[in-house]
């Protein structure tokens, strides 16, 4: 007799994607594949405990994004490596695949769908567009500035800027995050994979509507979640995208924000469970 826990065991293996990047990940539960995309500043770590309560159900593939945890990186970054790394996940689920993504990386797992990669269903939390004029999102140079700082390593500077100017984290709240030394320090650890989020993002962030040329072609049933606490920009974001996607619904779940992944897996999950297995 099987049970929960045996169904849930945890197998660490790596694939190799396209360019002979090696991308590391756990496998764990039984059923349906689902393929994890962490956010910015994020490994497979981020999504452990969501990834926990989804093996239950579903076969979970939770990875490390090249350059970060035990994935090795490239010399030239390119979002398209990015997607090739899902399509070796999702060559290794056997050809398909739901796939799930929070902020940075719910964009990259939408352009994974749009590129024309095999996803079953596609669920989003908060992808970060900036679709309207109001100032959600990073000013006007912030890329660049974060390319200086990796460039000069200075990268505790580098993860202070993303947190206060594109995430909108208050910057007391941020001081408090550096008197933790394990956390700071992974952090500062994928620091040098900020610009690969960036562009990830692309022209997305610059107040202006989602163009339907770009994303009509994620034609998968998509989910796209918001949290009541997080700031109405996400809101604004997941909306246009519902209205650009052909087959997507928006669903915003009360009490959370924009860290719920890590934060409050076990109020994020069910919602996940219902979409992916209906």
């Keep these: 007799m099987s049970s929960t826990r045996e169904k849930a065991a945890k197998v660490e293996s790596t694939t190799v994607s396209a360019d002979g990047t090696r991308i590391a990940f756990e496998k764990s539960g039984g059923g349906p594949a689902v393929i994890l995309v962490a ?35 490239s010399t030239a970054y390119a979002v398209e490596r990015e997607i090739e790394d899902i399509a070796a996940l999702i060559d ?34 908060e992808p970060p567009f900036s679709v309207t004029s109001d100032g959600f999102g990073p000013p006007t140079g912030f890329a660049e500035q974060i390319d200086t700082l990796i460039a000069q390593d200075r990268r505790s500077e580098a993860v202070k800027a993303f947190m206060v100017k594109a995430q909108g984290m208050p910057s007391f709240m941020v001081g408090s ?64 995208l519902t209205g650009v996607l052909p087959h997507a619904s928006h669903h915003t779940l009360n009490g959370l924000n924009h860290g719920a992944v890590a934060m409050a897996p076990k109020k994020l999950a069910p919602e996940l469970i219902e979409f992916l297995r209906g």
Excluded at 46 to 58: Q, Y
Excluded at 94 to 109: E, I, K, M, R
Excluded at 193 to 200: F, K, R
């Design 39 to 73: 956010s910015a500043l994020a490994d497979r770590s981020d999504t452990k405990k969501l990834a926990g309560l989804l093996a239950e159900h579903f076969t979970v593939i939770n990875y490390d994004r090249r350059g970060r945890g035990a994935s090795a990186d």
């Design 92 to 125: 290794h689920a056997g050809g398909s695949a739901s796939v799930f993504g929070s902020s940075s990386g719910a964009v990259l797992a939408l352009r994974a769908a749009a590129a024309g990669l095999k996803v079953d269903k596609l669920a989003l939390y």
């Design 177 to 240: 995050m550096r008197l933790m030394p394990g956390i700071w320090s992974g952090l500062k650890g994928m620091a040098h994979t900020l610009p690969y989020d960036i562009a990830v993002m692309g022209d997305t962030q610059q107040g202006r509507p989602l163009s339907p040329e770009q994303w009509s072609s994620a034609s998968a049933p998509t989910l796209v979640l918001t949290g009541s606490k997080s700031p109405d920009g996400f809101q604004r974001a997941a909306k246009e």
